[in-house]
């Protein structure tokens, strides 16, 4: 089929091609014959459902025609958001990015669109289409840039959340890009905010960073807290999407980890109490009672894993028995006890083994959901690492493929600071390490290098 300069004339040539009448046609595509005519004639604007049946009429993909509505839009006829907004979510669900961009490339002329594009974005956003929502939102705040809105905030916000994924340095990117518009959100919003911004900070190992952010959560949850009691209308505040009590705890949750991955325990554990003690929460609702009994077996939990981290072993046989009916806990707790046992020489082979099943990577559900995935990656590396030396200081070989394993997880995740630590450790055992591991170990050091080239990131100098 030649081009044609319009959907119309394109559907003209068919019909002439084909053979087929504007009555043949419309028993074909399910269109009204007469709605087809004016339609054919320019007397009636194509609607996406005309498009739809015209596509599947005509045999065609169902983005055949997208480029060229793009024109019908906007100059074959007069621009509605009754056939713009349909058009926008059917270009995202089938990924034709740029569509939008002609489209959000008009309508931005005219900022009376601006908040009506915003809530296109919001709903692909919780549909998960996000590249899409990510150019929604794009172009939504550089329309707002120079304007101190909530709206912009919330672009920021999400254009947060849709770049976190596996690599560090994107992530931390993201984490400094977005950090100044917190402010601007609703503080509801800040509360969740934060609550994310933390999570990317902790798995960066950026522990001032975390603490200050959870001390802020802290204030900010305390205040929206106050207000929850006082209202008399208490179903009008609103929370976040949690209990608001849930980010007091979380902020002394977070304050008593910065505390145990700084080495005070003491001081860990002093905290431990602000977040099992409950009886200043007043919310009786299912997910305050949900949130409450999480944070308590946290509590538990991590009062025996800050006596274990300070050498006391006597603990240790009581925190793997709490533990092993917690799926979602083993994980951690077997890093902490990997850890524990490195740096006091304890044997915990028998815990390794009875906990097998737990040590290949994979994201653990807890009451909340998944544990974050930035975390968790971040922590799978470190384990395996931890796991490698536990191997190698008690003799065995086995440890150099760890330390492989961690080297090729710290990489695609773009961890510097593990991969340094692997390659100091596989430069240290390089000795017992088999004629095949040391080959591919230098294939993970030539992709890390391929990868960081454009970075002042040089692992040659280590080897």
């Not at 046609?25 to 054919?40: Q, V």
Request: charged content about 25%; proline content about 2%; some cysteine.
């Amino acid at each position: 089929m030649e081009p044609a300069a319009t959907i119309r004339d394109q559907l003209v040539d068919y019909l002439s091609k084909h053979e087929l009448s504007i009555n043949q046609f419309a028993i074909r595509s399910g269109i009204n014959s007469g709605t087809l005519s004016r339609i054919i004639n320019g007397h009636q604007p194509i609607a996406m459902s005309h498009l739809e049946l015209i596509t599947a009429g005509m045999g065609v993909r169902e983005d055949y025609f997208y480029s060229l509505y793009v024109d019908e839009c906007f100059y074959h006829s007069a621009p509605t958001w009754r056939r713009l907004r349909p058009f926008i979510v059917k270009c995202a669900e089938l990924g034709r990015m740029d569509c939008i961009e002609l489209l959000v490339h008009n309508l931005l002329d005219n900022l009376t669109y601006v908040p009506m594009l915003f809530e296109v974005a919001e709903g692909l956003f919780q549909q998960g289409y996000w590249p899409g929502a990510a150019l929604l939102y794009e172009n939504v705040s550089a329309s707002e840039k120079y304007q101190y809105s909530e709206r912009l905030a919330m672009c920021q916000y999400r254009l947060f959340q849709i770049a976190l994924g596996d690599d560090q340095s994107t992530n931390l990117r993201a984490a400094t890009l977005f950090e100044s518009y917190i402010p601007r959100l609703d503080e509801a919003d800040q509360l969740d905010a934060l609550k994310e911004l933390m999570n990317v900070y902790y798995s960066l190992q950026q522990w001032n960073k975390v603490n200050e952010l959870a001390l802020e959560l802290l204030r900010l949850a305390t205040i929206r807290y106050d207000l929850y009691c006082r209202s008399k209308h208490k179903h009008m505040v609103k929370t976040g999407e949690r209990p608001l009590c849930f980010y007091i705890l979380y902020a002394h949750l977070m304050r008593s980890i910065v505390c145990e991955e700084c080495g005070d325990y003491k001081a860990a554990l002093d905290l431990v109490p602000l977040y099992t003690d409950i009886e200043w929460i007043q919310d009786e609702s299912e997910d305050s009672k949900r949130t409450v009994a999480q944070f308590q077996e946290w509590g538990k939990a991590n009062t025996y894993l800050y006596r274990l981290l300070g050498g006391q072993a006597e603990v240790l046989d009581d925190y793997v028995e709490y533990v092993s009916a917690r799926e979602g806990e083993i994980f951690t707790a077997l890093y902490n006890i990997i850890k524990s046992a490195n740096k006091y020489n304890w044997n915990v082979d028998h815990i390794l083994e009875q906990f097998s099943d737990y040590t290949p990577y994979r994201i653990h559900p807890t009451e909340f959901g998944e544990y974050n995935q930035q975390v968790i990656a971040d922590q799978h590396a470190r384990f395996l690492a931890e796991l490698g030396v536990y191997y190698l200081q008690n003799k065995r070989n086995e440890g150099i493929g760890y330390i492989l394993k961690s080297l090729e997880s710290s990489s695609k995740i773009n961890s510097e600071s593990i991969v340094f630590k692997c390659v100091d450790l596989f430069e240290q055992y390089r000795h017992i390490a088999e004629e095949e591991e040391q080959k591919q170990y230098k294939l993970i050091i030539r992709e890390v290098q391929d990868a960081n080239e454009k970075k002042n990131f040089n692992i040659a100098s280590l080897v």
